[in-house]
């Protein structure tokens, strides 16, 4: 008798469990697994039927022993629980988890991240609505042994624990924050839209601490839970993504090389390095600047390729700016002004000793002149940059937009641009890129320069901003300003602490405007605006969360830099 054969009525009984819960259509059949290695197999759901592994998987195996009763075969007790809590476990997607999502541009591991904390809320879910479900689930986590305190699927798996046993702990700083975050929207678990920001977050502090995942041996860490491949749809690998069985290769075709994660693939080379300059760090606890640490690594873009398109077409941005007063510029001999001429008052005077008939024209006024302004534009190049807003656009690309509009309205006037980037990796490694410095001509085409702007790792904006205010303190122009693009409040690898960067970058802006540098903000992510606005400022921000509003929003703003104090 095979294995399969010896379960079907077992899982014949879990079928009728699927339709007491209301899955008319639900059906439960074994899953064979090919004979290939990987990681152990999980449940898969495929539409409306459940496969089950005729075998647990390897921690479950190891817990045979306790988990058996008097009387039961090994491991017959505890493979009973974990069919039967994947068969509820399934219940819940079906009724309560949206399906074949778009996965847009998101990463593999931002996709397991979000499979991983639907499945907790579905589980979570299930144990509110069925109280005795509760025992079940807690009682397979219970008998998890214990796991590596590293690697993604090890925190995938801290995470879950902590979210579906309220006894456990754990002090794993990105554990617990998942796990506030996560309890904070404890009260919406009906709605599953209400935990993606969850997910955006945890997804990008995994990102700025280096965690890397493997997609060849992960899989869901708890063996209940299904591969959650029914939940996202892969365009064009829709129909793949549905299969249910792994399928060894025809004997001797060639056997297709395997996937390789984003995060696994090889570095770029870095661009070359020009100098490395070093900066101190605002301390806001101890009150005051730890001298030299931070070091600022500034990089050289390489040349555009000759042979680049020609630039599309683009509504030009026409920039308004307002008109100050130059007390430079003295207009003699008016009929009115703001004080009397001196030199007119004297000429009066010897026109009566010579009996000539004097000029009435006795005012002086200050003249109007715009007055010349450097511009520097500061590019936020972190990881969440990569990240798509809700108009289906990342944020690189928003800041690129923004730029290119500014770049080709400036081309031809008397302003002096320079555009920079920056990201970072520890205090040590501030990477400031150079993509167009003071002086240097606008390109035809700002998209070829562009081009080097990519995203790169965390953000350490103060520093950036020191190093880009003692760049424009080598300016001679009468206004010299500095335009931060971004897209959240600043993080690094090595600070744990999230208020010591912002304070640090409310610091760095504070000194900058200390040597007559302005300092602006335009922030394209709204969440953020509590940061932005101890950093610049009430009056030193703006938010840009719609794409058709940032050629206005340019503008205005453009008009308020260069229009006065």
Request: net charge neutral; with cysteine.
């Given at each position: 008798?095979?294995?399969?054969d010896?379960?079907?009525?077992?899982?014949?009984?879990?079928?009728?469990?699927?339709?007491?819960?209301?899955?008319?259509?639900?059906?439960?059949?074994?899953?064979?697994?090919?004979?290939?290695?990987?990681?152990?197999?999980?449940?898969?759901?495929?539409?409306a039927t459940?496969?089950?592994?005729?075998?647990?998987?390897a921690?479950?195996?190891s817990?045979?022993?306790?988990?058996?009763?008097?009387?039961?075969?090994?491991?017959?007790?505890?493979?009973?629980?974990?069919?039967?809590?994947?068969?509820?476990?399934?219940?819940?997607?079906l009724?309560?988890?949206?399906?074949?999502?778009?996965?847009?541009?998101?990463?593999?591991?931002?996709?397991?991240?979000?499979?991983?904390?639907?499945?907790?809320?579905?589980?979570?879910?299930?144990?509110?609505?069925?109280?005795?479900?509760?025992?079940?689930?807690?009682?397979?986590?219970?008998?998890?042994p214990?796991?590596?305190?590293?690697?993604?699927?090890?925190?995938?798996?801290?995470?879950?624990?902590?979210?579906?046993d309220?006894?456990?702990?754990?002090?794993n700083?990105?554990?617990?924050?998942?796990?506030?975050?996560?309890?904070?929207?404890?009260?919406?678990?009906?709605?599953?839209?209400?935990?993606?920001?969850?997910?955006?977050?945890?997804?990008?502090?995994?990102?700025?601490?280096?965690?890397?995942?493997?997609?060849?041996?992960?899989?869901?860490?708890?063996?209940?839970?299904?591969?959650?491949?029914?939940l996202?749809?892969?365009?064009?690998?829709?129909?793949?993504?549905?299969?249910?069985?792994?399928?060894?290769?025809?004997?001797?075709?060639?056997?297709?090389?395997?996937?390789?994660?984003?995060?696994?693939?090889?570095?770029?080379?870095?661009?070359?390095?020009?100098?490395?300059?070093?900066?101190?760090?605002?301390?806001?606890?101890?009150?005051r600047a730890?001298?030299?640490?931070?070091?600022?690594?500034?990089?050289?873009?390489?040349?555009?390729?000759?042979?680049?398109?020609?630039?599309?077409?683009r509504?030009?941005?026409?920039?308004?700016?307002?008109?100050?007063?130059?007390?430079?510029?003295?207009?003699?001999?008016?009929?009115?002004?703001?004080?009397?001429?001196?030199?007119?008052?004297?000429?009066?005077f010897?026109?009566?000793?010579l009996?000539?008939?004097?000029d009435?024209?006795?005012f002086?006024?200050?003249?109007?002149?715009?007055?010349?302004?450097?511009?520097?534009?500061?590019?936020?190049?972190?990881?969440?940059?990569?990240?798509?807003?809700?108009?289906?656009?990342?944020?690189?690309?928003?800041?690129?937009?923004?730029?290119?509009?500014?770049?080709?309205?400036?081309?031809?006037?008397e302003?002096?641009?320079?555009?920079?980037?920056?990201?970072?990796?520890?205090?040590?490694?501030v990477?400031?890129?150079?993509?167009?410095?003071?002086?240097?001509?606008?390109?035809?085409?700002?998209?070829?320069l562009?081009?080097?702007?990519?995203?790169?790792?965390?953000?350490?904006?103060?520093?950036?901003?020191?190093?880009?205010?003692?760049?424009?303190?080598?300016?001679?122009?009468?206004q010299?300003?500095?335009?931060?693009?971004?897209?959240?409040?600043?993080?690094?690898?090595?600070?744990?602490?999230?208020?010591?960067?912002?304070?640090?970058?409310?610091?760095?802006?504070?000194?900058?405007?200390?040597?007559?540098?302005?300092?602006?903000?335009?922030?394209?992510?709204?969440?953020?605006?509590?940061?932005?606005?101890?950093?610049?400022?009430?009056?030193?921000?703006?938010?840009?969360?719609?794409?058709?509003?940032?050629?206005?929003?340019?503008?205005?703003?453009?008009?308020?830099?260069?229009?006065?104090?």
């Amino acid at each position: 008798m095979t294995c399969v054969d010896s379960l079907a009525p077992r899982l014949a009984a879990l079928g009728h469990v699927m339709h007491a819960f209301g899955i008319d259509d639900g059906d439960v059949q074994a899953l064979d697994r090919p004979p290939q290695d990987g990681p152990a197999p999980r449940p898969v759901l495929h539409g409306a039927t459940l496969l089950l592994p005729a075998a647990p998987s390897a921690w479950a195996a190891s817990g045979a022993a306790s988990g058996a009763t008097a009387g039961a075969a090994p491991g017959d007790t505890l493979l009973h629980d974990l069919h039967l809590a994947a068969t509820l476990h399934a219940i819940g997607h079906l009724r309560h988890s949206p399906r074949r999502q778009p996965p847009g541009k998101r990463k593999p591991m931002s996709l397991a991240l979000a499979g991983a904390i639907e499945d907790v809320r579905v589980d979570r879910l299930l144990m509110r609505r069925h109280p005795g479900l509760t025992r079940l689930f807690r009682h397979l986590l219970r008998g998890q042994p214990g796991l590596p305190q590293v690697g993604f699927e090890a925190l995938i798996a801290r995470l879950q624990r902590v979210l579906l046993d309220p006894q456990a702990d754990d002090d794993n700083a990105w554990v617990r924050k998942g796990r506030a975050l996560f309890e904070a929207q404890a009260a919406r678990l009906d709605d599953a839209e209400a935990f993606r920001a969850v997910v955006s977050v945890l997804a990008n502090d995994l990102g700025q601490l280096r965690v890397r995942m493997n997609l060849q041996t992960y899989a869901p860490p708890l063996p209940w839970h299904d591969d959650n491949s029914h939940l996202w749809a892969h365009g064009a690998d829709a129909e793949q993504a549905e299969t249910t069985l792994r399928r060894p290769p025809p004997q001797g075709a060639r056997q297709p090389a395997p996937p390789q994660a984003p995060e696994e693939a090889t570095d770029p080379t870095p661009l070359p390095e020009l100098a490395r300059h070093d900066y101190p760090e605002w301390h806001y606890r101890l009150e005051r600047a730890r001298d030299n640490w931070c070091t600022v690594i500034e990089r050289a873009v390489p040349p555009a390729l000759a042979s680049a398109p020609p630039p599309p077409a683009r509504a030009p941005l026409r920039l308004a700016r307002s008109h100050r007063l130059d007390r430079s510029q003295r207009i003699r001999r008016q009929w009115e002004g703001d004080e009397l001429d001196l030199d007119a008052a004297t000429e009066v005077f010897i026109d009566r000793r010579l009996g000539l008939a004097p000029d009435p024209r006795l005012f002086r006024r200050n003249g109007r002149a715009v007055p010349r302004t450097s511009l520097l534009l500061l590019l936020d190049l972190s990881a969440s940059t990569a990240d798509l807003q809700p108009c289906g656009r990342s944020v690189l690309d928003l800041e690129c937009e923004a730029v290119t509009l500014l770049m080709d309205a400036l081309r031809d006037g008397e302003d002096r641009l320079e555009v920079a980037g920056f990201d970072s990796d520890g205090r040590q490694a501030v990477n400031y890129l150079r993509l167009l410095d003071f002086g240097q001509p606008v390109p035809a085409d700002p998209a070829a320069l562009l081009g080097a702007a990519r995203p790169g790792l965390s953000t350490r904006l103060g520093a950036a901003v020191r190093h880009a205010t003692a760049r424009l303190a080598q300016e001679a122009s009468a206004q010299r300003t500095l335009l931060v693009m971004s897209d959240g409040a600043p993080s690094d690898i090595d600070v744990f602490d999230a208020r010591h960067l912002v304070e640090d970058a409310a610091h760095a802006v504070l000194e900058a405007r200390r040597r007559n540098v302005r300092c602006f903000c335009l922030s394209l992510e709204h969440a953020s605006e509590a940061d932005v606005r101890r950093i610049f400022g009430h009056g030193g921000y703006r938010i840009v969360d719609e794409p058709a509003r940032l050629a206005a929003t340019l503008t205005r703003s453009y008009a308020e830099l260069t229009g006065g104090r």
